[in-house]
């Protein structure tokens, strides 16, 4: 496809725009003054229109294919939280509006959608408060670790190191890492859990934290939770709960009574925010009692006259994590979210998520390896090290599937199994779907044996087969 500079054709115009009637000739220095033209392309209203709504077909999304990412919940986004993200008073607020404004109200809606919100969120993880400024899960993650840091730094405790089971994402050791901490990875037992053996063996006064996803990326719950907290406590180190998976949680277990301290959310995958192409997210960050007084500023207080504030008189605070208030319109898609479904829709949310992701995994057991056959919760691990006895690899299933119509799940990812493939559901596709996408695989499989060298062409019909992923990453092209 050409692209707009390659369309423009001298003296075409897409718009027209009023005559400027502010003189800055005298505003502006002369050495920042354009010398040239600025070369815009030259195109009509059609060409552009048509330009985009090519590229717009060329792109994989959810609203229009299933995306089973394992650890990403690529749920659907409902329309009702788009709908409300574009109401005028919460659209075209600006952030640097004052709270109160000639009497009137600018802002206060937006500031109790924010206090609201918190108080939702520690509901529903048990939590004692919250701060919604970090933009993204991994953000989150780095919040929690400086809390962590700040905590043993006031009690003058001697913490050099954070134990994280090898299955995690690769987000937790990093955020360790940044905070200051040696990371140290526990190796998995034979039932896909951290083994609590050799956790038991690195564990020492010089432990600052544990950091878990609960259920695992494996999708199995840790039967030694409250153990591993307890063990944890006694040492006055901090239980880091990642939040990636807590949509197979949710309505059913509080993070706060497994013993965690601090949660990290991802708005954009539990609650259903938009999610990918880099943002905007949501990682909103909550802690315990004792933790409390080291959440970033501001805060959303409420007065004793019912109208809303920011505070920004906490002493022990890490400061600020971000720029204003955090990503205000996807906190107020996920607040349309909760209120949406309720505390009976949240208990739906999880029990569709794992029946879904239990019916998925006994339709392809039968055709791929399955490193842990017991059921699992939210989302599960296969292994395509039969097929590659064939040389078939997971990478060359995962682009066969996308000549289906189909995303490709998670690969090669949690990096303890070979030739993986995670896969998540999630609980907004129908048994119909999830038919489709079994057919899909096994078919895939039969492939392997009769036919792999489709497999390894795929994916056809596209533009574009497979890309050199070292050299893209390493020669970008943004104009292509």
Known sequence: ????????????????????????????????????????????????????????????????????????????????GEEIARYEGFANLHPLLPQLHHGGMLTQGALEVIYNSERLFCKVTGMDEFSLQPLAGAHGELTGMLIVAAYHREKGNKKTKVLIPDSAHGTNPASA???????????????????????KKSLDDEVAACMLTSPNTLGIFNPYVKEISELIHRIDGLMYYDGANLNALLGKCLPGDLGFDIVHLNLHKTFSTPHGGGGPGGGATG???????????????????????????????????????????VILKAYAYILNLGGEGLKRVSENAVLNANYLLNKLKKC???????????????????????????????????????????????????????????????????????????EIAKEVEENPDIIKESPQGLEISRLDEVKAAKELKLNG
């Not at 330009?51 to 294919?65: E, G, W």
């Not at 037992?189 to 956790?199: C, H, P, Q, R």
């Not at 039969?386 to 996308?402: E, N, T, W």
């Open 1 to 80: 496809m050409k692209t707009i500079f390659e369309k423009s054709i001298r003296g075409r115009r897409a718009a027209k725009l009023p005559k400027s009637d502010v003189s800055c000739s005298e505003e502006i220095p002369e050495k920042f003054k354009r010398k040239e033209g600025v070369n815009l392309p030259e195109v009509a209203e059609i060409d552009v229109v048509r330009h985009y709504i090519h590229l717009s077909k060329k792109n994989f999304c959810v609203d229009a294919n299933f995306y089973p990412l394992g650890s990403c919940t690529m749920k659907y986004n409902p329309k009702l």
């Open 177 to 199: 890492a940044i905070a200051g901490y040696k990371v140290v990875s526990i190796p998995s037992d034979k039932n896909g859990i951290m083994d609590i053996v050799e956790f």
């Open 287 to 329: 802690v315990c009692e004792k933790l409390r007084k080291f959440l970033p500023v501001s805060r959303v207080i409420k007065r004793e006259d019912a109208t809303y504030a920011l505070d920004y008189e906490y002493s022990n605070s890490i400061g600020y994590i971000a720029p204003f208030y955090g990503n205000f319109l």
């Open 368 to 442: 791929y390896e399955i490193p842990h056959p017991e059921s699992c919760l939210h989302e599960f691990v296969i292994s395509a090290k039969k097929q590659k006895q064939k040389g078939v690899s997971a990478l060359d299933i995962a682009k066969r599937l996308i000549d289906f119509g189909f995303h490709p799940p998670t690969i090669y990812f949690p990096l303890i199994v070979e030739e993986a493939m995670m896969i998540e559901p999630t609980e907004t596709e129908s048994k119909e779907t999830l038919d489709e996408f079994a057919l899909a695989m096994i």
